[in-house]
């Protein structure tokens, strides 16, 4: 079946960028997702991308998308304490309702 | 605001005790999902709903249940809680299918 990995760990120090990486086995992706799940809480969607798309930008997050390499990654500009949570990514393929989702990175944002 | 909203927001449950988590949504969404998230690890779709129509996962086991009386509810029955089904329920919601999905705030369940 089809596969997404995440790394499972980022700590960065506040103000700098953070760069969550994701990388997708499918081929027929439409939509590929960043949700943010803060402890205790729901997920968040933040942002996607469609499939035809090579990058999309909102305010402090960046999106890449390489088709070719099947490698997704969410930047997030000046990283805050606020932004510490666990990041999923995960795909919509084309014919199907269900996600498939990253295993999440957890990401430590040092004051 | 329109939303997904799940009540209540922490269950504490006895081993064997019938619980019931319900979610409502103000979104007018076709599709409603549910899923068990455990500790460290991704959400997993347990079924959903697109309108009336139940579709279960393959290895979703017998113990949960769920129902949909209108548009804006869904429940998740878990019939004999044991310890293993402690864990994070996530509902969400969708336009119809191959659309994003909205999800609520979560029921954690705990197990006695």
């Known amino acids: 079946g089809e596969d997404v990995e995440q790394s499972l760990f980022l700590s960065v120090r506040e103000g700098d960028s953070s760069v969550i990486n994701c990388t997708y086995t499918d081929s027929s992706s439409t939509y590929l997702y960043w949700y943010k799940q803060e402890p205790g809480a729901g997920l968040q969607l933040l942002t996607y991308i469609f499939s035809n798309m090579d990058m999309k930008q909102d305010q402090r997050l960046t999106v890449l998308l390489n088709k070719k390499d099947k490698h997704l990654s969410l930047r997030i500009a000046d990283t805050q304490t606020g932004d510490s949570a666990i990041y999923f990514c995960?795909?919509?393929?084309?014919?199907?309702?269900?996600?498939?989702f990253g295993t999440g990175t957890r990401l430590k944002v040092l004051a | 605001d329109a939303m997904v909203i799940q009540n209540p927001r922490y269950q504490v449950t006895q081993f064997g005790k019938p619980v019931t988590l319900s979610c409502s949504q103000t979104l007018n969404h076709n599709v409603m999902y549910w899923y068990q998230q455990k500790s460290s690890q991704a959400p997993k779709l347990l079924f959903h709903y697109y309108d009336k129509d139940f579709n279960n996962e393959a290895d979703t086991p017998d113990n949960f249940q769920s129902r949909r009386p209108n548009t804006s509810f869904c429940f998740l029955d878990i019939r004999s809680p044991g310890l293993g089904d402690a864990a994070m329920y996530l509902c969400?919601?969708?336009?119809?299918?191959?659309?994003?999905?909205?999800f609520g705030p979560g029921t954690r369940l705990l197990v006695l």
């Open positions: 995960a795909d919509l393929t084309s014919g199907t309702y269900k996600y498939i």
């Open positions: 969400a919601t969708s336009v119809r299918h191959q659309e994003t999905q909205y």
